[in-house]
């Protein structure tokens, strides 16, 4: 049996404002806040099933030069065009990192920090 991502646990200044973005584009609840500021989001069956729970926990500046966590989403109910079209409703913007144009994928930067929508359309887990 080998390991699997459990949680993603992600250093960030406003985790009430991530919470809310990162809810809504991935269908997450808040599971848990802490006393020290940090929000859980996670899938409504919470922590230990198929989806990892994302921790955002306050305070931590951003690291200079390119971070080395990122997310990756793909859209599970319509194409790429538009779930970036919804993306971008609901507040991300378009992030220029160097892309050709010819890359499969969009890189997004959510309120504070960069994210790919990835061409591919995957089926929701049951």
Do not use: Y
Not at 1 to 26: K, N, Q, T
């Amino acid at each position: 049996m080998a390991c699997r991502i459990s949680e993603l646990v992600l250093g960030c200044r406003d985790p009430e404002l991530l919470a809310r973005f990162w809810c809504e584009v991935l269908d997450f609840v808040v599971l848990d806040r802490e006393d020290d500021g940090s929000v859980e989001i996670g899938p409504r069956e919470g922590f230990g099933g198929p989806h990892p729970t994302i921790v955002l926990n306050p305070g931590h500046e951003p690291e200079s030069g390119k971070s080395r966590l990122h997310i990756d989403v793909n859209a599970t109910d319509r194409d790429q065009d538009a779930e970036l079209e919804r993306l971008l409703r609901l507040g991300a913007r378009p992030a220029d990192i160097g892309q050709t144009g010819e890359e499969p994928w969009h890189v997004l930067m959510d309120p504070e920090g960069e994210f790919c929508l990835l061409k591919a359309r995957l089926g929701p887990l049951s």
